[in-house]
């Protein structure tokens, strides 16, 4: 359970993105071939915003997260389908995975509200003042609307019965997700007070110490 929990969790408390690579709870069906397929990022997203300014953000710094995202998204789909073995009844794979996916994303959903705690945390200097609150709620409501299209396509692309004939275009649909939970996040993050910023992203960082 270590081994395959810990990368995860670090790369949630950390980032502020979830899961990049398709992610299963052990005990599920199918979590031994996740956790053999699971790659982490080559570069890790940094916990502050990547952008240095809202008026100008660093799209081309963001492309290339999005795009290595959706790669390991879509190879790590396609090593999980390359790596079980379906009973002999049922020939439906995203069928047959959908439960322990489900499973996966609620748990990494449960991750994230710890990064989500530590942004509405009180007991830090300079917490999030009452309209940083209601940033703070516009950009949860994204990232989840986000992290729901991530986990419908997964299952989609699951479904495909030649999926080399469409990698692709899942590509580019996941690059274009990622791509938007990025900037998302960067605008909140960059509509923030100096000292609300300095103050949350210090707070990660510390967090991220703790974790390793």
Request: hydrophobic share 35%.
């Given at each position: ?15 502020g ?40 953000l ?87 609307e ?67």
């Amino acid at each position: 359970m270590v081994k395959q929990s810990l990368p995860f969790l670090f790369c949630i408390i950390v980032s502020g993105i979830n899961s990049h690579s398709v992610w299963i709870p052990e005990g599920n069906f199918g979590w031994e071939a996740a956790n053999k397929c699971y790659v982490t990022l080559n570069s890790e997203i940094p916990p502050k915003a990547i952008s240095q300014n809202i008026q100008n953000l660093d799209r081309i710094k963001m492309a290339a997260y999005a795009k290595e995202s959706a790669e390991l998204r879509i190879s790590s789909i396609d090593c999980i389908r390359d790596s079980i073995t379906l009973p002999d009844t049922e020939t439906n794979i995203s069928k047959v995975l959908s439960p322990s996916l489900l499973s996966g994303y609620q748990m990494e959903e449960s991750f994230f509200q710890l990064e989500w705690r530590i942004l509405l945390a009180e007991n830090r200097p300079y917490p999030l003042t009452p309209s940083e609150m209601t940033l703070a709620k516009q950009w949860l409501e994204s990232h989840n609307e986000i992290k729901q299209e991530i986990f419908a396509l997964t299952l989609e692309y699951l479904s495909e019965k030649n999926p080399n004939s469409k990698r692709e275009r899942y590509l580019e649909l996941f690059t274009g997700y990622y791509g938007s939970m990025l900037r998302e996040r960067d605008k909140f993050l960059l509509s923030l007070s100096v000292e609300s910023y300095l103050s949350y992203t210090e707070a990660l960082k510390q967090r991220k110490e703790k974790s390793e």
